[in-house]
């Protein structure tokens, strides 16, 4: 047991001081945020086209004022201007200071169409002006047919689903218990990824500098193991602790109640389901690790190892509208997508006492039984330095009782 913790207390503060782990964990949040509220910003000011300044070529007899009517209540503005021909158009477009022209034709409630000219793509059509379009055209023909657009838009609203949560209604703050699970989901694939990789390039370094022959030589295999496995998960949940921390610190400058719901046993039980996540994931990448012959053969399947903890999301709907059905109850057994269906499943609903201890219990022994064979595969793997391992002949290392 010393031997495992002084392995796990080395490797943690070695992958502490990690320059991969601290950009990974600091700056790359950061850049995707930036990224995010970059494209953000440029989706919000090219959606609604009030920036573009419009030029309107009105052909017809009643849409210059209902324009304006519709404009007024955006609070935008577009020259209505005369032009009779496609040159006349073309020649007010280059020489004034206009992004497009709108070209709304005679017979535009026959044919549907209208035309738009533009010099720049940044100044291409938007759903903005369509809208407005589509609007002004149905009501026009509708009262033109007798009909009331009003009374047509009352007779054919789209019901409105209020979703109201039971604990928002008792304390009145938005409970997080359904986001919760997928939020973490997401920091642990992304943690998985980082850690995980991390915890393979070390052990393919140390068999290709042949090291580890010297630590063998005092620690035995299964410690070494251990301590490396216990090391990285512990890591990733610290790396999932300061995102957390980071989030709950802005959300509480804007809203504090809403953290309200976070400080909670379910959340406690996500947290420890995310820490045996880590274990089998960090074990599997040892695996790899044991079997490869260098960085580039083991990163190359590293790749499907997120893919672990991401299936249970695409049965995420039959988990959340019957969370003791079937499904879900299969899924909790089975090692790899038990932590990601359980935390689904307390996102939505309480999962009885015993079957979180029997998923607990589970996850203990099989994670124990992984890590027994992930150090026994890298113990072989050094025997068989500079070769390429396949999946048979991994299996008949797992079988073999001469190692």
Known sequence: MSDIFRVAQWEFVKGIKNKGFLFLTFVFPIIMVIIVAIISFAAIRGSGGQDLNLAIVDETSFMTGMLEDSFAQYEYEADFISASALDEIEKVLQEEEYDCILHIPEDVLETNQVY??????????????????????????????????????????????ISRHIKEVEGGGFSFGILMPYFLALLMILAVFFSGSILLQSIIKEKTNRIVEIILSS?????????????????????????????????????????ESLYSTKTFLMLLYVFFAFLLVASLNAILGSSAKDAQSG????????????????????????????????????????????????????????EILLTIVILLVFSYLLILLSAKLFRIGMLMYGKNVNLRELIKWARSKDY
Not at 135 to 151: C, F, K, M, T, W
Not at 224 to 244: D, H, N, P, T
Not at 246 to 259: D, N, R
Not at 327 to 354: D, E, H, N, Q, W
């Open 116 to 161: 738009y000219y533009f010099k720049e793509l940044s100044s291409l059509e938007t759903d903005f002006i369509r809208n407005i379009l589509s609007d002004i055209l149905i009501n026009q023909r509708l009262v033109e047919r007798g009909y009331s657009p009003l009374e047509i838009r009352e007779l054919t609203a789209n019901v409105r689903v």
């Open 219 to 259: 620690i035995p295999a299964k410690a070494l193991m251990f301590g490396k496995i216990i090391a990285y998960a512990l890591l990733s949940i610290v790396q999932i602790l300061i995102w957390v921390l980071a989030g709950s610190l802005v959300i509480l400058y804007f809203e504090p109640k809403t953290l």
């Open 299 to 354: 990163s190359q399947a590293t790749g499907l190892l997120v893919l672990i903890p991401v299936i249970p999301i695409y049965f995420a709907t039959s988990i959340i509208q019957e969370p003791n059905g079937t499904i879900s109850k299969v899924l909790s057994y089975i090692p790899f997508f038990t932590p990601t269906t359980m935390m689904l499943r307390l996102g939505v609903s309480a999962p009885s006492g015993k």
